[in-house]
């Protein structure tokens, strides 16, 4: 029985390529055009027939017999990580890839790469101009990818570089199936700055609330490979306020958002759920007040200035109380944003 997780790197690259155009009949390929094809492939610079003759290839290299492979893959290795969820294939000669010589090619989910260590990724990183996209909620994982699709033709793919442990590998995001199938089909419609300004204020209605939904559950479940282009860092941290723990996940964005005319680019989530807000920076309390226009009047006894809003909803009967609030914080900076309740019956 063939492990089928292995088949999804392989399969994934070929589905990008019938998604590209149809499949290719099948070819021989020499070792000097098997070897073109795969550093094309490497390069993200492969044509749809070239991609599907690599993958067909490594396929049937890794399933077939020793005696049915084609001598240019003779003495190919290929093994498994522990959860079948990585492939790793070893070649006995070497070849290069953006100034890269390797024997070895990594096949995982997100298509094929190569090792690469933290000089090498340095140097690529800054050579192509790409960003850091980096999330800490689970484990250390740290992509950096071009800041906007190139729009040049002749290079299908974007180069992608990504952590792997203690060490980098350096691969493509290739249009079609893969990276379609990244983000499941509701989460594809995101937020745009004026959606978050308008959830921070607490005045969104309900498509842009989802929109904001769908960004921000995209950017907490989903690798950064999937996040959407304006999210840099995704990070937890711990505020403390009046003495008490306010533990959050911080989505960092590129562009700033605007929360009654101050720009920040730092979203704040509370794990309990049901506040949006933002870290202001370095605006001061009285600023926060007078932009909000939150007052004496609004000011709670714990500190923090608050002003609730009851909308009536005609179709379900129920009614949504949002609150704008202020917070300053221990450290100095404050926090300003809209918690919105759980719907209730209306009397």
Same mark, same amino acid.
């Given at each position: 029985?063939m492990p089928?997780r @292995? @088949?999804?790197?392989?399969?994934?690259a070929?589905a990008v390529? =019938?998604?590209?155009?149809?499949?290719?009949?099948?070819?021989?390929? *020499?070792?000097?055009?098997f070897q073109r094809?795969?550093?094309?492939l490497?390069?993200?610079?492969?044509s749809?027939?070239? $991609?599907q003759?690599?993958?067909?290839?490594?396929r049937g290299a890794?399933?077939?017999?020793?005696?049915e !492979?084609?001598?240019h893959?003779?003495?190919?290795? @290929?093994?498994?990580?522990?959860?079948?969820t +990585?492939?790793?294939?070893?070649?006995?000669?070497?070849?290069?890839?953006?100034g890269?010589?390797?024997?070895?090619?990594?096949?995982?989910?997100?298509?094929?790469s190569?090792?690469?260590?933290?000089?090498?990724?340095?140097?690529? =990183?800054?050579?192509?101009g790409? !960003? /850091?996209?980096?999330?800490?909620?689970?484990?250390p994982?740290q992509?950096?990818?071009?800041?906007?699709?190139?729009? #040049?033709a002749?290079?299908?793919?974007?180069?992608?570089?990504?952590?792997?442990g203690?060490?980098?590998? $350096?691969?493509c995001d290739?249009?079609?199936? *893969?990276?379609e199938? !990244?983000?499941p089909? %509701?989460?594809r419609?995101?937020a745009?700055?004026?959606? @978050?300004?308008?959830?921070?204020?607490?005045?969104a #209605?309900?498509?842009?609330?989802?929109r904001?939904?769908? +960004?921000?559950?995209?950017?907490?479940?989903?690798?950064?490979?999937?996040?959407?282009?304006?999210?840099?860092m995704l990070?937890?941290?711990?505020?403390?306020?009046?003495?008490?723990?306010?533990?959050?996940?911080?989505?960092t964005?590129? %562009?700033p958002?605007a929360?009654?005319?101050?720009? +920040?680019?730092? /979203? =704040?989530?509370?794990?309990?759920?049901?506040?949006?807000?933002?870290? $202001?920076?370095?605006?001061? /309390?009285?600023?926060v007040?007078?932009?909000?226009?939150?007052?004496?009047?609004?000011?709670?006894?714990?500190?923090?200035?608050?002003?609730?809003d009851? *909308?009536?909803?005609?179709?379900s009967?129920?009614?949504?109380v949002?609150?704008?609030?202020v917070?300053?914080?221990?450290?100095g900076?404050?926090?300003?944003?809209?918690?919105?309740?759980?719907?209730?019956?209306a009397?």
């Amino acid at each position: 029985m063939m492990p089928l997780r @292995f @088949f999804s790197p392989l399969a994934a690259a070929a589905a990008v390529a =019938v998604s590209m155009a149809g499949a290719p009949p099948a070819q021989a390929n *020499t070792a000097a055009s098997f070897q073109r094809d795969l550093v094309a492939l490497l390069e993200c610079r492969a044509s749809p027939a070239a $991609m599907q003759a690599v993958t067909t290839a490594l396929r049937g290299a890794r399933y077939g017999t020793p005696q049915e !492979r084609p001598a240019h893959l003779q003495g190919w290795g @290929f093994s498994n990580d522990g959860d079948d969820t +990585t492939t790793f294939i070893d070649m006995p000669d070497a070849l290069t890839v953006h100034g890269i010589t390797t024997r070895r090619v990594v096949a995982d989910e997100t298509g094929f790469s190569v090792p690469v260590d933290a000089g090498q990724r340095a140097r690529i =990183v800054s050579g192509n101009g790409l !960003r /850091l996209r980096s999330s800490n909620l689970r484990e250390p994982f740290q992509v950096w990818s071009a800041p906007e699709p190139s729009g #040049d033709a002749s290079l299908p793919a974007a180069l992608v570089v990504r952590s792997d442990g203690e060490g980098y590998r $350096m691969g493509c995001d290739y249009p079609g199936a *893969t990276r379609e199938s !990244r983000v499941p089909a %509701r989460l594809r419609e995101t937020a745009t700055i004026e959606d @978050f300004g308008a959830a921070l204020e607490c005045r969104a #209605d309900e498509n842009s609330l989802q929109r904001v939904a769908n +960004t921000l559950e995209r950017v907490v479940e989903l690798s950064p490979l999937a996040w959407p282009a304006n999210v840099r860092m995704l990070s937890k941290h711990t505020y403390r306020a009046n003495g008490r723990a306010l533990p959050v996940m911080v989505v960092t964005l590129d %562009r700033p958002v605007a929360l009654k005319g101050l720009p +920040t680019r730092s /979203l =704040v989530l509370l794990a309990s759920g049901g506040y949006l807000g933002a870290d $202001m920076g370095d605006a001061s /309390l009285k600023a926060v007040l007078d932009a909000t226009g939150l007052g004496a009047a609004d000011r709670q006894g714990k500190g923090y200035w608050t002003r609730r809003d009851a *909308t009536r909803k005609d179709a379900s009967g129920y009614t949504i109380v949002r609150s704008l609030s202020v917070m300053p914080v221990d450290s100095g900076a404050v926090l300003a944003g809209c918690m919105m309740s759980d719907r209730r019956s209306a009397n």
